[in-house]
Nanobody, 118 residues
Framework: QVQLVESGGGLVQPGGSLRLSCAASGFTFSNYAMSWYRQAPGKERELVAAFTSTRGDTNYADSVKGRFTISRDNVKNTVYLQMNSLKSEDTAVYYC???????????WGQGTQVTVSS
């Protein structure tokens, strides 16, 4: 059974930090490009950060470059999103995504809420 379980969301003040985790199971983690997306109220889901190749290349949305860092641990089958210097506009539900490097197979997590507010 495939599972992507996000954790680490919550309420944080502007300028603060959070680290999101996504624990994967039920598939061969190293064969998948892992990504983080987010969806704010009334807006479309957007890509935040992603691994784009088996070499570990990454891609970030312009709005988070220099503030967010995606990383992965292929032993723990977990992908992380370190979020620093958070802004109110980062408030959204954050989703973990797994996309096969070799097919169109895609999995989604259930999402974790991040709220940036004073």
């Amino acid at each position: 059974q495939v599972q992507l379980v996000e954790s680490g969301g919550g309420l944080v003040q502007p300028g603060g930090s959070l680290r999101l985790s996504c624990a994967a199971s039920g598939f061969t983690f190293s064969n998948y490009a892992m990504s983080w997306y987010r969806q704010a109220p009334g807006k479309e889901r957007e890509l935040v950060a992603a691994f784009t190749s088996t070499r570990g290349d990454t891609n970030y949305a312009d709005s988070v470059k220099g503030r967010f860092t995606i990383s992965r641990d292929n032993v723990k089958n977990t992908v992380y999103l370190q979020m620093n210097s958070l802004k109110s506009e980062d408030t959204a539900v954050y989703y973990c995504n797994a996309r096969s490097f070799w097919s169109r197979t895609t999995y989604w997590g259930q999402g974790t809420q991040v709220t940036v507010s004073s």
